[in-house]
């Protein structure tokens, strides 16, 4: 049945008798009220969306998006304890039709009963779009109130009639605070202290990436050994077959090398860039990190000016998750080069917050309707799509048309720069605006 898949009752937090062995940390550390919950006060907080619900006794159907590791489930299950509701955990990995359909006839004689159902379905986004379409009946007639947990852009991986119906709650990577105090917890609870350095405990927070669970299986791991004395990053790194970045005790390390490669790129200085690389890499940072960095710098620092650098920084995403450490490590090396080397323009960015504010104060302006479609007689009769220029049928294929809205003057959001290949885009725009002149 849909609802047993993990049981109807919390499993207990400190006796093993029900799993036939030890309970493991992670769930014997599970918050038992949200207010235990870390890295989330921004939802779980009296002014956030779920410390407001909650207050409120009432839940509306949500779906809870962040990275594994953040508290997705446990949020769930609080949920429904802090309001008195049935919690029926699904997991989209293992279940299908047949036990969805189970899981709302179960909702609906609890129903009969006084009692409501929270409908926490894991892993939500893998469901297809017929399964997803199965939920909207059921939440709109208040038989389940949806919780879906996902860790894929909801945007794309879930129906628009079912993100119409929930509210999306982002949930952030648990920070360096909320890590340590996962590990404080920890020592409380086997009531001794982890035998690491100070150095080694921040290159252990560090490594977790901001996965809760991935953090307490390692300490775990370090509990259940005998340990003579404490261990340094180095040691820690070899008794746990796994590179240790080892950055300074006030944990500015990370944030400090990894903007002192981004400047060095923007300055235009490939040695230095190299350099800062390599302290990252060497130290243990996890090169996809650095990789989304480099990324993000190609389109921000870059852009038009060279849209190659965009290219070479995600083949070189492809070829390290190809290849792995170290030989995927050079094609790092060759988009920080490149980018490095690249003529530099932040016209894109500009562009992209201008728009934004614009959009934002704008409102909902229509477009105007010669650019609109008119695929009914109605729509032709109201003027959509009325004097058009088709542009492939003008002069040089540039009709000059308008495509602001009414009310609304043209604006110049993106201008590029006099380098590299923006140079021949800002003598196309300069063109286009002159036939626009003249046409007016």
């Keep these: 049945m849909a609802g047993d898949l993990f049981g109807e009752d919390v499993p207990a937090r400190r006796e093993g008798a029900a799993t036939g062995g030890p309970v493991p940390l992670a769930e014997r550390l599970r918050p038992r009220v949200l207010a235990d919950v870390v890295g989330q006060e921004h939802l779980t907080g009296p002014e956030g969306a779920i410390g407001r619900m909650v207050a409120a006794g009432q839940l509306s159907s949500i779906i809870l998006w962040g ?11 609080l949920l429904a304890e802090a309001v008195g509701m049935r919690f029926a955990p699904l997991s989209a990995v293992f279940s299908g039709v047949a036990d969805l359909r189970q899981a709302f006839a179960d909702a609906e004689k609890m129903a009969a009963a006084g009692k409501r159902t929270l409908l926490f379905v894991d892993e939500i986004h893998r469901f297809n779009r017929a399964q997803q379409d199965g939920f909207l009946p059921y939440v709109e007639r208040g038989t389940v109130v949806l919780v879906g947990a996902t860790t894929e852009n909801p945007s794309f991986a879930l129906n628009a009639a079912l993100l119409s ?28 202290a982890l035998p690491v350095t100070d150095d080694a405990r921040t290159a252990l927070i560090s490594s977790a990436d901001g996965d809760g669970r991935f953090l307490l299986n390692q300490v775990e791991t370090l509990f259940a050994t005998t340990i003579d004395a404490p261990l340094d990053p180095t040691e820690l790194a070899q008794f746990l077959h796994r590179r240790m970045p080892v950055y300074d005790k006030d944990r500015d390390g990370h944030y400090n090398l990894i903007s002192a490669l981004h400047k060095a ?17 060497v130290a243990g940072e996890e090169p996809l990190y650095v990789l989304r960095r480099i990324v993000r710098f190609a389109s921000e620092d870059i852009g038009l000016a060279d849209p190659q650098a965009l290219v070479q920084c995600l083949a070189a995403k492809d070829a390290y998750q190809f290849l792995g450490s170290p030989e995927g490590e050079l094609a790092i090396v060759q988009a920080c080069l490149y980018c490095a080397t690249a003529p530099k ?14 959009a934002r104060e704008t409102g909902s302006l229509a477009p105007p309707a010669n650019i609109l479609n008119a695929p009914t007689k109605l729509m032709k009769d109201l003027g959509y799509g009325e004097g058009y220029s088709y542009d492939h049928d003008a002069p040089d294929g540039f009709s000059g ?10 604006a110049d959001f993106y201008r590029p720069v006099d380098r590299g290949f923006e140079k021949r885009i800002a003598e196309r725009l300069a063109w286009w605006n002159e036939r626009r002149r003249a046409k007016d």
């Design 265 to 281: 790129l923007r300055g235009s200085d490939p040695q230095a860039s190299l350099y800062w690389l390599a302290r990252m890499l």
């Design 401 to 410: 048309d308008n495509y602001w809205p009414d009310g609304m003057a043209p």
């Design 67 to 77: 990275p594994p590791g953040t508290g997705k489930t446990t949020i769930a299950r």
């Design 345 to 358: 323009s932040n016209a894109a960015y500009a562009a992209q917050k201008a728009a934004w504010v614009a």
């Design 165 to 192: 119906r929930a509210q999306v709650l982002v949930l952030n990577r648990l920070g360096e605070g909320a890590l340590e105090t996962l590990v404080e917890r920890a020592e409380a609870e086997l009531g001794r």
